[in-house]
């Protein structure tokens, strides 16, 4: 059987929030604790690294989720936090590596076996949804063209990838100082396919303080 | 002066929302009642196109919202309940038309002044707002690339256009049986120029009912 770790990605200011966004309570717990829920609960995940901020008074999170083997404080970019989890993680061990954002708290469990499926599959894999909204393609304030969207997809994640798949990836974006807005860029930096899986709607992302009032009717349902 | 008339577009079915979303309530007030409200308010606005799906029982609406010209029925298409609407329109009176999805209830009215204001100058114009997710451009279940997304941006309404150019832009299409996801896109294959100006992120489009919760969350701000 695979080991499967997951880096959850929680070092965000939360500027638009007025407050770290993972610290949110979502009906009764908090954005980040109902994450870390669904990865510990989940039979396939094997250990959980946690990058967090600031990494003092996380007795309670090792308590509450048995499954963090390790919590580290992440850099001032995304992808220095998942670099930072990526090297807590026990070397030569894992076998696939989800990476998942702090403040997608709901994230389902079929999602998670999902994406771990397809990882062991084809090595690097993102779920995705598709766009509602009409897209255009601008050059300042005009309109060059309207985008097809039914050739585009909204990212989400937990995003899935091979161990060695995942450490050749980060590498060469560090050694050529390249950031990408998602980990699946860098690997198709390394002209690797990526796969897709289909996401979920309800996966939704914690920005605002009304995504919250969102996420609690999702939950509701 | 220029003479600005609104087709506000509420013909849709609401499939994913179990009966018609304009219908919903939204703190007290339906979608719909609070769209016209906006746009009855504005002192721009001379006259609104009502489109709906069932003509019936409208007099509330006409009672309530006394720049409401006209009540006509849609199609089956966005598109055929915008062309049924310009066709309400009182011929060669009006300047700017302002086309706008019945189910954006959140609509400020300095977004409204915006686009008609742009209107004038440029002819054609979309409201829009950056994406936050990331984007990538698929084929089947493979990533073909990550989209560069400091150049795409989300679409709303009101679209703004002058006269005589969306007529022009609906004949064509209309000779072409050319189906478009928005109105500019019609604007765009007469090859004449599309403006942009800010959106506003609370302008959001109510698609599911946890979107009215959000609406709500919004509107308690």
Excluded: C, W
């Amino acid at each position: 059987m695979k080991r499967v770790s997951a880096i959850i990605v929680a070092a965000g200011e939360g500027r638009r929030f007025g407050g770290a966004k993972q610290d949110a309570l979502l009906a009764g717990q908090t954005v980040l604790e109902r994450v870390l829920d669904r990865f510990n609960t989940h039979p396939e995940i094997a250990d959980i690294i946690l990058v967090l901020k600031d990494i003092n008074h996380t007795q309670d999170y090792r308590e509450k989720f048995l499954k963090i083997s390790a919590v580290t404080s992440g850099g001032i970019e995304r992808q220095d936090s998942v670099l930072a989890g990526f090297q807590a993680l026990p070397p030569d061990k894992v076998d696939i590596v989800l990476i998942h954002d702090g403040v997608r708290p709901l994230v389902s469990n079929t999602l998670i076996s999902r994406v771990i499926k397809a990882t062991a599959d084809k090595g690097a894999v993102v779920p995705v949804i598709s766009l509602e909204d009409t897209i255009k393609q601008v050059h300042g304030d005009k309109i060059l063209s309207t985008a097809n969207r039914t050739q585009l997809r909204r990212v989400q994640t937990p995003q899935g990838f091979k161990y060695h798949l995942l450490q050749a990836a980060l590498e060469k974006a560090q050694a050529e100082r390249y950031y990408g807005t998602d980990e699946a860029s860098l690997v198709e930096r390394l002209k690797k396919e990526v796969g897709t899986v289909p996401g979920d709607r309800r996966n939704i992302k914690i920005t605002t303080p009304e995504d919250i009032k969102y996420a609690e009717a999702l939950l509701e349902d």
